[in-house]
Structures are given as C-alpha cells and as structure tokens.
C-alpha cells in the first residue's frame, strides 16, 4: 500500500496571544501538496493572525510550523520567502502610477538575488533580460498582455488583483498564501479569479487562502479549515464543513461567545 506523501504545510500546537487575548490557542492542521486549501471562521477567528504567524511576520508565543518538514517558526519574512511561501495582502499593493508592464518589471528587481547597484550601472544586463522575459510571461499567464501599457491606477479591481497575483509569482512560490482573494469583487470578477487560481493550482503550487466569500471558497477549495476564537473548529471537504453543525453555530452568531478556553 502506497503511503500518503508528507504534507507541504504543518502546523503544530501553534499559540499566540496579545496580553491578556489568545489569538491562537493550539491550532493544528496540515496541508498537502498541490490542495487549495479554504482558511474561513467569523471576524476575530484568528485567521489573519495564523497567516501572519506563517509566513513570518509574527512569532508564535508555542507550537511549531513546518515547511516541507523543515520548521520556519520565527523566521524572518525574507527568509521564508525565500524558501518558498510567498503571501498576498487584502489591499492590493500596486505601484498606481506604473504601468501594469512596469508594476511586473518592479517586482522581478524586488524578488531578484542581484543587487540594485550592479543593476544600475548595468552590470546584469543578461539577468535583466531574463526577468523581463518572466515578466512577460507571467503578463500573459494571468491575461493582462492587452493592458500591459495601461497605469495600474486604471485597471478594475478584479485586473489589479490578477496583477498583484503576477507579481507573487516571480518569487516562484511554493505556497501561496491569498489574503481575501474576492474582496470586494463583482461576481464575474470572481468568477475569472477563481479559474486564475485553479491555473496557478494546475503549474504546481499550493495554495492556502482566507476568505469570507463562501460561494468561492466551497467551489474552490479541495479542503476547509475552519477557526473561531482562535481555536480549531472543524475541517473537512467544503460539503463536510458545510453541513457541520458547530460551524453553521458559529457563522450563525449563536456559539457561547464566553466558550471557556484554555490559555496557551
């Protein structure tokens, strides 16, 4: 019988508290390679802390994250970017006044290992070459090739989100981490952003999102992990977690708002 592969993503007995809150009280999952994974759970769940804490922007007060088996906790961003996670911000971070073309350009000299001072005097040009050709590539891989001259500022929502998506690309994820992909979004907007993820998903890279939009993310997600209160409530298939009667408590409003929790 064939073992399971090992997952790409462990989180471990993971805590975090501000003071006197617990915003992450013992959390553990797992995420395999090539999954989409759903991160969900009411406003205050820990969601955003969770995202922070893996990819590098907070320190877990205990617990353990692993990557590939190999444990980042408490690394620097940097650092864990370089090997591999790669994480989105709700607000789309954009250079407004460049153009979509130069926005992909921007972000190859942010990801390259070269320095911006042999860059200047022009002593990479081979290696800017290159990084434009991805750029490239990566204008036609998320559809924006037609708009590559127009200023960020210009684009739609649902455009200047597929171009922040683009520039998390260069940095060759191997997990990506989406921070409320659909914000905001009109439905075909969505629509054409669910079927980029699924396209960013099929070139082999994993993707572990939050996001309060539920149509999305049950007809996205291979699994669902759900939070509240900083604890792990449920997770399942996206049918599963539907159904379950804690989580639809939660989303409801009617979970014991003073459920006694354990300190971490």
């Not at 390679?33 to 820990?46: K, M, Q, T």
């Not at 149509?215 to 599963?240: H, I, Q, W, Y």
């Amino acid at each position: 019988m064939a073992t399971a592969a090992a997952p790409l993503l462990e989180v471990r007995g993971l805590c975090k508290r501000f003071g006197g809150l617990v915003a992450l009280d013992r959390v553990s999952f797992q995420v395999r390679e090539g999954e989409i994974r759903g991160l969900i759970g009411p406003n205050g769940a820990g969601k955003s802390t969770l995202f922070k804490n893996i990819a590098g922007f907070y320190r877990p007060g205990a617990g353990e994250i692993l990557l590939a088996g190999r444990p980042i906790s408490g690394r620097p961003p940097y650092e864990i970017a370089g090997l591999g996670v790669v994480r989105t911000f709700q607000e789309t971070t954009l250079f407004q006044e460049l153009s979509v073309m130069r926005n992909l350009e921007a972000g190859c000299h942010l990801h390259a290992s070269s320095g911006l001072f042999r860059a200047l005097l022009g002593l990479d040009r081979e290696r800017l070459e290159r990084q434009r050709q991805a750029a490239g590539r990566i204008l036609d891989f998320v559809g924006l090739r037609e708009r590559r001259a127009q200023l960020a500022s210009e684009l739609p929502l649902g455009s200047q989100r597929a171009l922040a998506l683009g520039i998390a690309l260069l940095a060759k994820p191997r997990l990506l981490l989406l921070d409320e992909p659909f914000a905001g979004m009109n439905p075909a907007e969505t629509a054409h952003m669910m079927e980029l993820t699924r396209k960013v998903r099929r070139s082999g890279i994993t993707i572990v999102l939050v996001e309060h939009n539920m149509k999305a993310v049950m007809g996205l997600c291979d699994f669902v992990t759900v939070l509240n209160f900083g604890r792990l409530l449920a997770e399942g298939t996206p049918e599963s977690v539907r159904r379950d009667p804690a989580v639809l408590e939660a989303y409801l409003g009617s979970a014991a708002g003073g459920t006694e929790r354990a300190s971490c």
